[in-house]
């Protein structure tokens, strides 16, 4: 299984982020899996944001569940996570995660 997410390296605040997970070697409505969004502000550790699990159920961070939506899309095997009112300490490298694998991670700068 390989996980590759993809989206803007640089956004502006206030402003919306979407970011892809692209999903290969194994379908995202496979049973008992969830595929989640975890990132990493510079020099912290990693925080999990949210995810959806196998079923198309959501849960997310309580800190994060009023401006984030995590959604897929079962036909191009994708994850999506969209967040909205941006702000700097958004910064960080956010990952996809899976069935114990993990994207690369992309960078994400909250900047004006």
């Known amino acids: 299984v390989q996980l590759q997410e993809s989206g803007p390296g640089l956004v502006k605040p206030s402003q919306t982020l979407s970011l892809t997970c692209t999903v290969s070697g194994g379908a995202i409505t496979t049973n008992y899996y969830h595929w989640s969004w975890i990132r990493q502000p510079p020099g912290k550790g990693l925080e999990w944001i949210g995810h959806?699990?196998?079923?198309?159920?959501?849960y997310y961070s309580p800190s994060l569940k009023s401006r984030t939506t995590i959604s897929r899309d079962n036909a191009k095997n994708t994850v999506t996570l969209v967040m909205n009112s941006l702000k700097p300490e958004d910064t960080g490298v956010y990952y996809c995660?899976?069935?114990?694998?993990w994207g690369q991670g992309t960078q994400v700068t909250v900047s004006s």
């Open positions: 959806i699990t196998f079923s198309g159920v959501t």
């Open positions: 995660n899976g069935r114990g694998y």
